[in-house]
């Protein structure tokens, strides 16, 4: 038998084990609420051990924004793969766009997810925290794509950063008011306003 595959194995493993723990932590805390969840409880509903869990995550909060991480980085994907004569912000709206149709309509447990994250101020830091990483990735991503210098990069994470407040700011305004338009509607707007002066 070929080792060669063995490494592909081993990180689908590890991938099934952090989705469980993701899942798990998103139902418990949907469920009970997240101060009266544990890492221990987690891992139970896991099925893996306590070690296990901080072999993937250092905290609860983190388990449970591992699917807008994920969401985040395929979207970071998407932009990456636009044509390269594309403008940064005529780049990430139509990443945006494209992201919108390929998820459709938020599953029930993401739209809870994003309630408890705006009623719990740990879970808003863990999500702050995120956001963060990601918009430095997503600067250097912007970065490449300037036209005009830009030497200190002050444009370039301007850029990253409206991009993904517009998303957070659409998203908490279809949560408050779910029937008054569709998800992209919001975000649709919210990227236009963002974007005067940056495309």
Do not use: C
């Amino acid at each position: 038998m070929s080792t060669t595959a063995e490494p592909g194995l081993r990180e689908r493993k590890k991938a099934a084990t952090r989705q469980a723990l993701h899942e798990s932590a998103v139902r418990l805390a949907t469920e009970h609420g997240l101060d009266r969840i544990t890492v221990e409880a987690i891992a139970d509903d896991a099925g893996v051990s306590r070690r296990t869990f901080s072999n993937y995550f250092s905290s609860k909060e983190e388990a449970l924004m591992h699917g807008d991480l994920q969401r985040i980085q395929r979207l970071l994907d998407s932009f990456r793969g636009r044509p390269a004569a594309e403008s940064p912000w005529a780049a990430l709206t139509a990443a945006a766009a494209d992201f919108n149709r390929e998820v459709g309509d938020l599953d029930p447990q993401m739209v809870a997810q994003g309630r408890l994250l705006r009623t719990h101020p740990t879970l808003f830091a863990a999500q702050m925290q995120t956001f963060a990483a990601v918009e430095r990735d997503l600067a250097a991503e912007v970065s490449a794509r300037l036209t005009e210098p830009d030497p200190r990069g002050v444009r370039a994470r301007m850029t990253a950063a409206a991009f993904l407040v517009a998303l957070r700011v659409s998203l908490n305004m279809w949560l408050d008011a779910p029937t008054a338009a569709t998800r992209w509607e919001f975000a649709e707007e919210a990227l236009a306003n963002a974007g005067r002066g940056l495309a």
